[in-house]
């Protein structure tokens, strides 16, 4: 048995932690102009709809990974803002960062930090599948957008480690 408050103060330690780690994210500017287009586009219609994947490469603890971005979320939180926008992450082949093949990438507020990822762990205490969150210091093409949350995708990958068969999800 848990107490919710020891697993926020838990979660709120996680991002003092010297465990945060940097990822920087370089997409060539002609395959960003997709992903700012993608956002416009969202603005407009108020929602997100069929984002374009592109290119870019990801340097993580001095290794080069090659991946496809793409704007990420539905609702306005994940793209109103001017950076720091949501995406979507796909390494190419298995490679993975943080454990991670297929992820996420969130504002801490994207997630409702810290609730939604004491809502995962009370979850996982519970013996059922939930998502699995890091943390990372976040750069895209130079620019540093600050600590965000990395959310790991449901996937093939995701299922092996949890042991359970592959299946719908």
């Keep these: 048995?848990?107490?919710l408050p020891d697993i926020l103060g838990y979660k709120l330690t996680d991002l003092k932690s010297d465990r945060i780690k940097e990822i920087d994210i370089i997409i060539r500017f002609s395959n960003?102009?997709?992903?700012?287009?993608d956002r416009v586009s969202a603005i407009k219609r108020g929602y997100?709809?069929?984002?374009?994947?592109?290119?870019?490469e990801i340097n993580y603890e001095g290794k080069k990974y090659r991946?496809?971005?793409?704007l990420k979320g539905d609702l306005g939180d994940h793209w109103l803002a001017s950076s720091r926008h949501s995406m979507r992450v796909n390494l190419k082949g298995d490679e993975t960062i943080l454990g991670f093949?297929?992820?996420?990438?969130?504002?801490?507020?994207?997630?409702?930090?810290?609730?939604?990822h004491a809502f995962q762990d009370s979850l996982r205490e519970g013996g059922n599948l939930a998502a699995v969150h890091n943390f990372a210091?976040?750069?895209?093409?130079?620019?540093d957008w600050g600590?965000?949350?990395i959310e790991e995708m449901i996937s093939k990958q995701f299922l092996e480690k949890e042991g359970v068969k592959d299946s719908l999800v």
């Design 1 to 3: 048995f848990f107490i």
């Design 32 to 37: 960003y102009e997709y992903i700012l287009k």
């Design 48 to 56: 997100q709809e069929n984002p374009t994947e592109v290119e870019a």
């Design 67 to 70: 991946a496809k971005v793409r």
């Design 101 to 116: 093949n297929k992820f996420s990438l969130h504002k801490l507020s994207s997630r409702r930090y810290p609730y939604d």
């Design 137 to 143: 210091r976040i750069t895209v093409n130079g620019e």
């Design 147 to 149: 600590i965000m949350d």
